[in-house]
């Protein structure tokens, strides 16, 4: 059967939400309406208590406790929130910060902002396939160092860091550790226990959830955390992020976290089996097709690769009816390949060449098979233009 056009295949920039989810959230946004925050009246009691059982939803997913929840707009504030606030909170012991080169531009950022404001910062390498070297992270602390930042899965190839390994290695030296988990929560296991992460961020969007609502997870104990709030105005949160709360968006990041949890064995498999079928179409269609990342310690449904003397950027002007994403960002104005890439030692031209492929929840193989025949035709196409110019 023809798949429906266009199709989506971007699900590491944003998911649609899921019908469950929307359904939970309808009825927040009428009839009960309330300020969560109001103690005196039914209204905000309702509110409150669905704001409470949100809470207890998304720590049920990350092994966390509900009381350790924060709620935010997404995870950009999450990340700020974490860094920012412990760097505050713990000026008296030092002001040097750890991230890696492949992280997200809201921790990246945030950590250089930082080094404005009187921090160094060690940036960590990755490997070819955008590993930390749990070792680099042990060499590179200091008795300086405050805070660590490695992200749980990385959003354009993929890559899922041995955080258990790293938490480790902080923990002993007493650092503390924080993780960008919005590609990895409600998608692999993660339990903040059992790794021993003591800050983690998500957002709903990215797990089917609305766009504008995320989760700070602070650890409350061994050791209990103090955060420095971004923000005054309220008591919302324990102080750590005023304003009044998202009700409906809360519940249906609530809701995301309990049918990722429940989905999340059977769906991930179908999406690796998905990915490889993605994968293998390519390779049968066309030479020079080259993986981005590592084929073990990678997120189920992310595929991101090279097509060697084709631009990427070429590729998604041409494939009109698939939504993907190329290896490149454009910063003011210039096509530049991503700093993950680079940082995964990939050559420029070959990041350049490069196109991510999200698979998601709605993802059928009709709409794979559709995607790596136009893809492939594509870059063909492109080849033998270019083929031809250069005779
Ligand atoms: C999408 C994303 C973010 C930003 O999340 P928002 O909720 O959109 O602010 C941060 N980090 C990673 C790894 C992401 O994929």
Request: with cysteine; charged share 20%; proline share 5%.
């Amino acid at each position: 059967m023809a798949p429906t056009l266009p199709i989506y295949l971007d699900y590491h920039a944003t998911t649609p939400v899921d019908p469950r989810v929307l359904d939970a959230m309808l009825p927040y946004f009428t009839e009960h309406f309330g300020n969560a925050a109001s103690r005196s009246h039914r209204f905000g009691w309702d509110a409150d208590k669905a704001v409470e059982r949100a809470r207890q939803q998304i720590a049920g997913l990350i092994g966390a406790c509900a009381n350790e929840i924060v709620f935010t707009g997404g995870a950009t504030e999450s990340n700020n929130l974490a860094i920012k606030g412990i760097v505050d909170a713990r000026r008296d012991r030092g002001s040097h910060l750890i991230t890696t080169a492949i992280e997200h531009k809201s921790v990246l950022d945030t950590c250089k902002r930082l080094t404005k404001q009187g921090c160094t910062l060690t940036i960590l390498p990755v490997d070819h396939n955008g590993r930390v070297d749990p070792d680099s992270v042990g060499r590179a602390i200091t008795p300086e160092t405050i805070v660590v930042s490695v992200m749980a899965a990385n959003n354009e190839v993929g890559t899922v860091q041995p955080l258990g390994e790293i938490a480790k290695i902080t923990r002993e030296r007493k650092v503390i550790l924080h993780t960008d988990a919005a590609q990895a929560v409600g998608k692999i296991p993660i339990d903040v226990a059992a790794l021993g992460v003591d800050l983690l961020s998500c957002t709903a969007h990215k797990m089917y959830g609305p766009k504008g609502v995320g989760a700070l997870f602070i650890r409350r104990q061994a050791p209990r955390l103090q955060l420095t709030p971004l923000a005054d105005g309220g008591g919302h949160e324990r102080g750590l992020r005023p304003g009044t709360l998202n009700v409906p968006g809360i519940v249906g990041f609530g809701r995301a976290a309990d049918v990722a949890q429940t989905d999340m064995p059977a769906e991930s498999a179908r999406l690796a089996t998905l990915r490889d079928r993605l994968f293998a179409r390519l390779q049968q269609a066309l030479p020079g097709v080259g993986l981005n990342g590592g084929t073990s310690d990678r997120l189920p449904h992310n595929l991101s690769v090279s097509f060697s003397g084709v631009d990427g950027e070429a590729i998604l002007m041409a494939v009109d009816d698939v939504a993907l994403s190329s290896g490149s960002a454009c910063t003011s104005g210039t096509v530049e390949p991503s700093h993950v890439l680079k940082a995964c030692g990939i050559p420029d031209e070959l990041a350049l060449a490069s196109i991510r492929f999200g698979l998601g929840r709605y993802t059928t193989e009709e709409e794979v098979d559709y995607a790596a025949d136009k893809v492939a035709s594509v870059i063909t196409h492109l080849r033998a233009t270019r083929a031809a110019a250069t005779r």
